[in-house]
């Protein structure tokens, strides 16, 4: 397992002064041995990705991490829950986005293949490697509301 603080992978646009920022770390204390056990997604139903909740185990209790979405949106939004069974971590994130996050799929270690939303046909391809030596535990990173009222998420992951 990668200890925390050991890297910092950092995937999309680097963070402008106004966005808000989330780092679960601070949840999690100075513990080096918890797992993402799951992500709980917020979407729009169709095309739009408003956010993410990570979750966490470590000994024996699942924590929730920041949820970055405004109390509006999460309310009304459609929630779309991604589970890792005991063992299982995220290998790879491919992002797909124009002017906001369309489609997010995950594969993990075990060939399990999660995604959420739909990409247009113009959304661009963002993937993200995580390799088979990396066990990522932390998420961390921020989100801006866009002039047009969508959200763009700046994913960094440890």
Not at 112 to 131: C, D, L, M, T
Request: glycine share 10%.
């Amino acid at each position: 397992m990668t200890k925390k603080g050991n890297r910092r992978d950092v995937k999309g646009a680097l963070c402008p002064l106004n966005v808000v920022k989330f780092d679960d770390a601070d949840i999690l204390g100075s513990s080096n041995f918890h797992t993402i056990s799951g992500i709980q997604f917020f979407t729009d139903g169709k095309s739009k990705i408003y956010g993410f909740q990570a979750q966490y185990f470590l000994n024996g209790k699942t924590f929730e991490g920041h949820c970055p979405v405004p109390e509006t949106l999460k309310a009304t939004a459609t929630k779309a829950p991604f589970t890792l069974s005991e063992g299982n971590f995220i290998r790879d994130i491919t992002i797909f986005y124009s002017s906001a996050i369309e489609q997010i799929k995950i594969e993990t270690q075990r060939g399990e293949v999660f995604e959420v939303g739909k990409r247009s046909n113009s959304a661009f391809e963002s993937p993200f490697k995580i390799g088979w030596t990396n066990i990522p535990i932390t998420l961390f990173g921020g989100v801006m509301e866009k002039k047009n009222g969508t959200f763009f998420f700046i994913y960094i992951f440890l």
